[in-house]
T-cell receptor, first 117, second 117 residues
């Protein structure tokens, strides 16, 4: 069975500092993708970053980077130089790819990030 | 990124009435669309997977006769909550899948807040 675990229900970070949001996963799929989404109070789900299980390099997208440690089954999101607008709920998600047995996107429980001025 | 729209953004209805929510992919063709439900301060739960031209696949515990899904074209899927009751009040989010090279990116609509009185 597939499972995503986010152990931090909430976090505070000072503006301009970096923050790491934890995500661990469990899957029997050989090929899979890991996603991070941001959900502000408006409710929309904003795609942030993607990491494929066979990608050798960690994904980066602007201030977002994904610390992918395959052996440990972790895919932590790092936000550098936090901004007040980063305050939101963050969800880690996973899905099998390349016709993997499980092709549904499943989500963790989320981490609420609050950026303090 | 790709744009997914939902209409209406919020709706209030009386108990016993039916409510239709539309989900459109605006700048791409989506062979697969997904419907999620999110209760306050909880994660997204997949309700059903909708493939164009075929019947939707419902997740365990989701009543197919209550949540009717129609995927009439490659850009439109609709969710109809039939005979809505207060316990159906929730945030409903659709998602559409597109392919970008080998990465299947999944984009979300802005969500529909349903309140049943």
């Amino acid at each position: 069975a597939q499972k995503i675990t986010q152990t931090q229900p909430g976090m505070f970070v000072q503006e301009k500092e970096a923050v790491t949001l934890d995500c661990t996963y469990d899957t029997s799929d050989q090929s899979y993708g890991l996603f991070w989404y941001k959900q502000p109070s408006s409710g929309e789900m904003i795609f942030l970053i993607y990491q494929g299980s066979y990608d050798e390099q960690n994904a980066t997208e602007g201030r977002y980077s994904l610390n992918f440690q395959k052996a440990r089954k972790s895919a932590n999101l790092v936000i550098s130089a936090s901004q007040l607008g980063d305050s939101a709920m963050y969800f880690c998600a996973m899905r099998g790819i390349y016709g993997g047995a499980t092709n549904k996107l499943i989500f963790g429980t989320g981490t609420l990030l609050a950026v303090q001025p | 990124g790709a744009v997914v729209s939902q209409h209406p953004s919020r709706v209030i209805c009386k108990s016993g009435t039916s409510v239709k929510i539309e989900c459109r992919s605006l700048d791409f063709q989506a062979t697969t669309m997904f419907w999620y439900r999110q209760f306050p301060k909880q994660s997204l739960m997949l309700m059903a997977t909708s493939n164009e031209g075929s019947k939707a696949t419902y997740e365990q515990g989701v009543e197919k006769d209550k949540f009717l899904i129609n995927h009439a074209s490659l850009t439109l899927s609709t969710l109809t909550v039939t005979s809505a009751h207060p316990e159906d009040s929730s945030f409903y989010i659709c998602s559409a899948r597109t392919k970008a090279e080998y990465q299947e990116t999944q984009y979300f609509g802005p969500g529909t807040r349903l309140l049943v009185l």
